[in-house]
Nanobody, 119 residues
Framework: QVQLVESGGGLVQAGGSLRLSCAAS????????MGWFRQAPGKEREFAAG????????SYADAVKGRFTISRDNAKNTVYLQMNSLKPEDTAIYYC????????????WGQGTQVTVSS
């Protein structure tokens, strides 16, 4: 079983930056592809960014492309989401998720961390 624990959320002014972290345990981290998702109030959860097991491939939702950067440190079992030029519409609960090569979708989820961007 994979456990994921996010940290780094908080309140920031528009235009500011935050870095989210997600620490994984329970499985060899380098066997997991990782993703960040977010859920704004009254909206469905949506994909924000993803990174491959080795970190050589990343993908982003159009809404965050050019402002957010996903990265990972396999030695520290941690994935990061650097968020720059934050906008009020980025306000959401941000979730870390993991999947293996044989997974359908992302079966493993963290508890989420709140990000609030004030205008």
């Amino acid at each position: 079983q994979v456990q994921l624990v996010e940290s780094g959320g908080g309140l920031v002014q528009a235009g500011g930056s935050l870095r989210l972290s997600c620490a994984a345990s329970g499985r060899t981290f380098s066997t997991l592809s990782m993703g960040w998702f977010r859920q704004a109030p009254g909206k469905e959860r949506e994909f924000a960014a993803g990174i491959s097991r080795g970190g050589d491939s990343t993908s982003y939702a159009d809404a965050v492309k050019g402002r957010f950067t996903i990265s990972r440190d396999n030695a520290k079992n941690t994935v990061y989401l650097q968020m720059n030029s934050l906008k009020p519409e980025d306000t959401a609960i941000y979730y870390c998720a993991a999947r293996t090569a044989s997974s359908t979708g992302y079966p493993y989820w963290g508890q989420g961390t709140q990000v609030t961007v004030s205008s």
